[in-house]
Every structure is written in structure tokens, then in C-alpha cells.
């Protein structure tokens, strides 16, 4: 097996497409045609965890933090980042970075923090925006059918829950007779009168190549006429942060307590408590201070994030609680969710959890 069918099967869970633009996601070091000798997935990528991979004879490290984040203009060992890299270069083995990605999957980071917690009637809180997209284009009244089936088949139709849907998210696909079209199809001058027919899928923006080629390889005109946009609707499988409920409501201060406990976290900075019993909890992995107003208006109790500075904690005005539970803490379970889903995608091969802690935060 080679990196890139491993990469495949990544994008599958967290397609790169949806990453933030700021974000530095995908293999970041190695060559993707490389045989695999064996995956160590990990949170962060460190010369321990090369160590690790050296040891184990992995010379792929899935990575959900990007090793290299910002440009790096030389590589002479003088931080751990230029270490790191040269560490994996003079070893042959490549690394992938995972990041953002999987922080807007449905089945991601914040889903994982859910699990943790026992949420149910879960749902994404801050949901994607310009992450599907329409196509519009023409066939013979004759082909359109068979043409519409192979859009379906590169992943056409199908947003989130909803299958086979067209522009509306209704039925398979839109069709408009033209009658007094008179297109060419065939060889080069020969002329079909036959009438066209419009045919208008809804796609998810990273499927966008698999439907252009669809669209090339099983349309029979010479020249293509067609048309995408991107649509705004608001993609409810796809974002930042997540919101559920617990199945009972329980005390402020046995809800945190609980809390310091399953993320195992040496201390949960929190803001005043409101005396209200907890029941909608909203939770976003890694630094979620941008999504305070979103987790108010959604009518959550708590909002369980990381790196809240001082005066983020007065945004709650006693409408909510915000709850800081450390960067690291918030997002440890990452590695589990990646190692149990690639070994379910691939059998009869070496996926190993690492065992370090990369936190470089400690508590006394």
C-alpha cells in the first residue's frame, strides 16, 4: 500500500477541501507513491514521536497538529520544528497533518468531545458555508438519463444526509426540455436534431473534479456547455463545533467535576456559575473563543473550549458557562477516533496509537 491510498482513505473521513484557509493540512513531508511500512498517529509531531516511529518501523505519522505551520526559510536545526522535519527526512518517513480538516468533519474532534460526554440529539454548531455547489449543463433528451446516473455515481446528489437530492435537495435531479435546441453531437460536422435537455445536481465542493470528469468522460457533445457555482446555503454535516444534550439534566458543579474527570485535566478554568441545572452542552475542540456568541444563541448551558483569555470569560454575562479545559485535553481523543477509524478502512496492517503525551503544558 502506498501513502497516497492511505491519504485517500483520510480524506474520506476529513476532506482537505474543508480545512480553514489559514490551516497547513496534508502531507507535509515525504512522497506519496512511497510503499508503507507502518501508521503511528499521534496528536502532534515531535523528535520523540520520530523516535517512536523509528522504533516501531512506521514510516508514516499521521499528525492532527501540522508539524510546519508557518514558512520556514531554513532548516538548520536551530527549533523543534526544523528538527522535527529533518529528523523525518534523514529517516524516510513522511508525515501527514490532519488539523482543521477533521475539526469541521461531522464525525471529527467535536464529535469525539460528544462521545466523551454522553451528548445526544447532536448537531453541528457553526455550520460551513460555500461548501456545496450546483452544476448546470445540457445533454441530448436521450443521454441525459444515463449522463445524470454517472454524475450520481462520482458523488453527485448526496449533501450530508440527504441523497440523490438536486438544486432544491428534492428528487434526482432538475430537468428542463429546450425544444428548440439543435445541439452537435458525434464526430466533427455531423449535426443530431434532437431536443436538449438542462440537468442541475448539487455537489459537495471537494467532489468537484470527480464530477468535471464524470461530466467529460460520458457527455457526448464536442464542446461541453456547462456551469458551476457555489451555493450559500449553509452545510449542517460540515463545520466548527458541535452542540447535544445530555440525557438528564445534571448540577453545575457535578457537570464540572465530571468533566476535570473524563478529560483528565489538571484544571478547568470556568466562569461564574448561574445556579441552573445543565442540559444543552456545546463543545468545540482547540481554541474556540470565536464561537462564545455562537454557543449563546444556540441556548447552550456550557461551552467546553480551550485558550480563553481573561477577558473572554466576562462574554458569558451570565448567560452561559464557559468552561476552558486546556488545548491539549480538549482534543487528546483525536488520535483514538483516526486509529480506529483507519483500521477499519485497512486490515492486516500496522496502525499503532503513540503512547506520549505531547502536552506541553503541565499542571502541579
Not at 454557543?295 to 480563553?308: E, K, M, V
Amino acid at each position: 500500500m502506498q501513502i497516497k491510498e492511505v491519504i485517500q482513505h483520510l480524506e474520506s473521513l476529513a476532506p482537505q477541501a474543508y480545512a480553514e484557509d489559514f490551516d497547513n493540512v496534508g502531507l507535509l513531508v515525504g512522497d506519496s507513491t512511497t510503499e508503507v511500512t507502518g501508521i503511528l498517529v499521534t496528536l502532534d509531531t515531535l523528535e520523540i514521536i520520530i523516535d517512536e516511529a523509528i522504533e516501531n518501523k512506521c514510516n508514516l505519522i499521521v499528525s492532527f497538529h501540522p508539524i510546519v505551520f508557518k514558512g520556514i526559510k531554513k532548516f538548520n536545526g536551530n527549533n523543534y520544528v526544523e528538527r522535527v522535519v529533518m529528523k523525518a527526512i534523514k529517516h524516510d518517513i513522511a508525515i501527514y497533518s490532519i488539523h482543521t480538516a477533521l475539526d469541521n468533519a461531522l464525525e471529527g474532534v467535536n464529535n469525539m468531545m460528544c462521545e466523551q460526554l454522553g451528548l445526544i440529539n447532536r448537531r453541528i454548531l457553526i455550520p460551513q458555508s460555500g461548501s456545496i455547489k450546483k452544476l448546470t449543463t445540457y445533454a441530448a433528451t436521450a443521454e441525459a438519463q444515463a449522463l445524470l446516473s454517472k454524475l450520481f455515481e462520482a458523488g453527485a446528489g448526496s449533501i450530508g444526509n440527504y441523497d440523490d437530492c438536486s438544486f432544491s435537495l428534492e428528487g434526482r435531479g432538475t430537468f428542463k426540455a429546450s425544444p428548440n435546441a439543435n445541439p452537435s453531437i458525434g464526430e466533427i460536422g455531423k449535426i443530431h436534431s434532437e431536443k436538449e435537455t438542462q440537468i442541475q445536481v448539487t455537489f459537495p465542493r471537494h467532489k468537484e473534479s470527480n464530477i468535471l470528469k464524470a461530466l467529460f468522460e460520458n457527455h457526448s457533445y464536442e464542446e461541453v456547455a456547462y456551469e458551476i457555482i457555489t451555493l450559500e446555503n449553509k452545510n449542517q454535516n460540515i463545520g466548527m463545533g458541535m452542540i447535544g444534550e445530555l440525557a438528564e439534566a445534571t448540577e453545575e458543579l457535578e457537570f464540572l467535576k465530571n468533566l476535570k474527570k473524563v478529560f483528565k485535566t489538571g484544571c478547568v478554568k470556568h466562569s461564574s456559575l448561574r445556579n441552573k441545572p445543565i442540559k444543552k452542552v456545546a463543545v468545540l475542540g482547540g481554541s474556540g473563543s470565536f464561537a462564545i456568541k455562537n454557543a449563546q444563541r444556540a441556548g447552550a448551558d456550557i461551552f467546553i473550549t480551550s485558550d480563553l483569555k481573561y477577558h473572554q470569560f466576562y462574554e458569558a454575562e451570565g448567560k452561559i458557562i464557559l468552561a476552558d479545559i486546556g488545548h491539549y485535553e480538549s482534543e487528546q481523543y483525536t488520535k483514538n477516533l483516526i486509529v480506529t477509524y483507519l483500521r477499519k478502512k485497512i486490515s492486516n496492517f500496522a496502525i499503532i496509537l503513540s503512547d506520549k503525551n505531547t502536552n506541553p503544558i503541565q499542571y502541579i
